[in-house]
């Protein structure tokens, strides 16, 4: 069983930056793929970035998001900058611990809670 507590969602006007953190419990973290989704209302969860050595994007948040990961702290990030109000959604980390990069929400085997990110026009 892996835990993850996502943080760092707000309210913030188009153009603006976040950054989201999600901590995870575990000993191999390092092992895991990690990966972020989104899910506004009334849509299927989307897949935004995910990561095991390097990071996978959509297309629509290419070049505007970066995901990284700090294994000491069993951590991963999303940088999100240039932000949309399309990008307003909830936002999921999600582990696979495998180690497999996958761009499906039924890829991963924990979910976070998630955080709420609203960007404003």
């Known amino acids: 069983q892996v835990q993850l507590v996502e943080s760092g969602g707000g309210l913030v006007q188009a153009g603006g930056s976040l950054r989201l953190s999600c901590a995870a419990s575990?000993?191999?973290?390092?092992?895991?793929?990690m990966g972020w989704f989104r899910q506004a209302p009334g849509k299927e969860r989307d897949f935004v970035a995910a990561?095991?050595?390097?990071?996978s994007y959509a297309d629509s948040v290419k070049g505007r998001f970066t995901i990284s990961r700090d294994n000491a702290k069993n951590t991963v990030y999303l940088q999100m900058n240039s932000l949309k109000p399309e990008d307003t959604a909830l936002y999921y980390c999600?582990?696979?611990?495998?180690?497999?990069?996958?761009?499906?929400?039924?890829?991963?085997?924990?979910w976070g809670q998630g955080t709420q990110v609203t960007v404003s026009s």
């Open positions: 990561i095991r050595w390097s990071g």
């Open positions: 575990g000993r191999t973290f390092s092992t895991y793929a």
């Open positions: 999600a582990v696979d611990p495998r180690g497999r990069v996958g761009t499906r929400a039924l890829d991963y085997a924990y």
